[in-house]
């Protein structure tokens, strides 16, 4: 397709440069938790392009974490794309890991990883766990990381 030589009316999905939340599909038999991470199945996965739980050991295909979902969504009987959830994108505390995969804030602005739906780790496991955000810090009370996760915030 050639390049247009006139004035284009490009439309943004919502009002912020980086829209808050995304409409996406939900896979079929699914449910996704109020609270935690959830992920985009990759291109090869079952569930390609559909909203599902992050899973570790990363699966075959992939997944993509996108964020936080705000409400829980049962499409446990469901087909895919019954349901559409929302995730939110934008800087997130989880669990911080243990041991090797322990994150303090000599790590502010590394990639973590996602060891389960709520916590994240320093290592991505041998190829196992899925890319989770951005370190941005960790609470000094607490212990919880808190991630930058947002679609265009990949590697």
Not at 35 to 50: D, I, L, R, W
């Amino acid at each position: 397709m050639a390049n247009i030589t006139n004035i284009r009316n490009t439309r943004q999905y919502g009002d912020r440069p980086i829209p808050d939340f995304l409409p996406v599909p939900v896979a079929a038999g699914v449910i996704l938790y109020q609270g935690t991470m959830v992920s985009v199945g990759g291109p090869t996965s079952t569930n390609a392009g559909y909203l599902q739980p992050v899973t570790v050991p990363n699966p075959t295909g992939g997944q993509r974490i996108v964020g936080r979902i705000e409400k829980t969504i049962d499409n446990s009987g469901g087909l895919a794309g019954a349901r559409v959830g929302e995730p939110h994108q934008g800087v997130f505390d989880w669990d911080n890991g243990t041991a090797a995969d322990l994150i303090g804030n000599a790590n502010i602005g590394a990639p973590c990883y996602a060891i389960d739906n709520h916590t994240v780790g320093l290592t991505d496991g041998g190829a196992t766990r899925p890319f989770a955000g951005i370190i941005q810090f960790v609470d000094a009370d607490s212990g919880r990381v808190w991630v930058e996760q947002r679609v265009s915030a990949r590697p």
